[in-house]
C-alpha cells in the first residue's frame, strides 16, 4: 500500500513539473513571437517592400512622411517612452552605434517610432529621446494614423492593461533596417551581440 501511495505522490510531483515547463515554454514563445512576429521571423525576404504612405510629425513637431526612410538606409524602432526595459536599452544601444560608426553615421538614419501615441506627444518624445542621442528621430501624430503605419510596417502591438487603470504595450522588439530605397534588409534582434549589430550597420551604410 505504501509503494502504491508513493508511485501515485510520484506521478503528481512529475505532472506539476511538466505543467511549469509547459507554463515557461509557451511564455517563451509568446514573448519570442512579439519579438520577431512579421519581421525575420515571420519569413520577410531582404529586399521586399516595407511600409506604405504615412503623414505623421517628428519629436519636434515637424511633419514627416514616408520619405524619411529614403535616400538614406534607416535603423527603425518602434516603441513607447513608459517602456519599462527594452526601449531604453535599445535605445541606449542605438546610441552607442551612432558613436561607434563615427563619420559613416551621417549615412544612417536612426528612427523611433511610438506604439503609444495617445500617450507619447512630441513633447514627451523629444525629451525622452534627448537621454539617449541627438541623432534619433522620433515619431508620432494622431493616433489612428500612428496605428496604421505601424500596421503597415508589419509590427506587433497591444495594449495590456495594469492594475489601476494604467497600462503598458507589447510590441515588436526588433530594429529593423532598411535600405535607401525603404525595402527591408533585415534585423537586429533584442540582446544581439555589438559586434554582430555593428556589422550589419557597416553593411547597410555601405550598400
Known amino acids: 500500500m505504501r509503494k502504491i501511495r508513493l508511485i501515485l505522490w510520484l506521478a503528481v510531483a512529475i505532472a506539476l513539473f511538466a505543467l511549469g515547463a509547459l507554463t515557461v515554454v509557451m511564455f517563451s514563445e509568446r514573448q519570442g513571437g512579439l519579438?520577431?512576429?512579421?519581421?525575420?521571423?515571420?519569413?520577410?525576404?531582404p529586399g521586399a517592400p516595407l511600409g506604405g504612405p504615412f503623414s505623421l510629425v517628428d519629436h519636434k513637431g515637424g511633419p514627416v512622411t514616408e520619405a524619411l526612410f529614403r535616400d538614406k538606409p534607416s535603423a527603425v524602432f518602434f516603441g513607447?517612452?513608459?517602456c519599462p526595459d527594452v526601449c531604453?536599452?535599445?535605445?541606449?544601444?542605438?546610441?552607442?552605434?551612432?558613436?561607434?560608426?563615427?563619420?559613416?553615421?551621417?549615412?544612417?538614419?536612426v528612427v523611433f517610432v511610438t506604439v503609444d501615441p495617445e500617450r507619447d506627444t512630441?513633447?514627451?518624445?523629444?525629451?525622452?529621446?534627448?537621454?539617449?542621442?541627438?541623432?534619433?528621430?522620433?515619431?508620432?501624430g494622431e493616433p489612428e494614423k500612428v496605428h496604421a503605419m505601424v500596421k503597415d510596417y508589419k509590427i506587433v502591438s497591444r495594449k495590456v492593461p495594469l492594475e489601476g487603470g494604467d497600462y503598458t504595450m507589447d510590441h515588436t522588439a526588433s530594429v529593423?533596417?532598411?535600405?535607401?530605397?525603404?525595402?527591408?534588409?533585415?534585423?537586429?534582434?533584442?540582446?544581439?551581440?555589438?559586434d554582430s549589430a555593428m556589422a550589419k550597420l557597416r553593411r547597410l551604410v555601405a550598400g
Do not use: C
Open 35 to 45: 519579438a520577431q512576429a512579421g519581421l525575420s521571423g515571420g519569413g520577410m525576404a
Open 80 to 82: 513607447f517612452t513608459h
Open 88 to 109: 531604453p536599452t535599445t535605445l541606449m544601444e542605438a546610441g552607442e552605434w551612432i558613436e561607434a560608426l563615427g563619420p559613416d553615421a551621417d549615412k544612417l538614419r
Open 122 to 140: 512630441p513633447e514627451a518624445m523629444d525629451d525622452y529621446l534627448s537621454a539617449f542621442s541627438q541623432r534619433i528621430v522620433g515619431v508620432t
Open 176 to 194: 529593423i533596417l532598411l535600405d535607401r530605397n525603404g525595402s527591408f534588409v533585415g534585423t537586429i534582434a533584442r540582446g544581439e551581440g555589438r
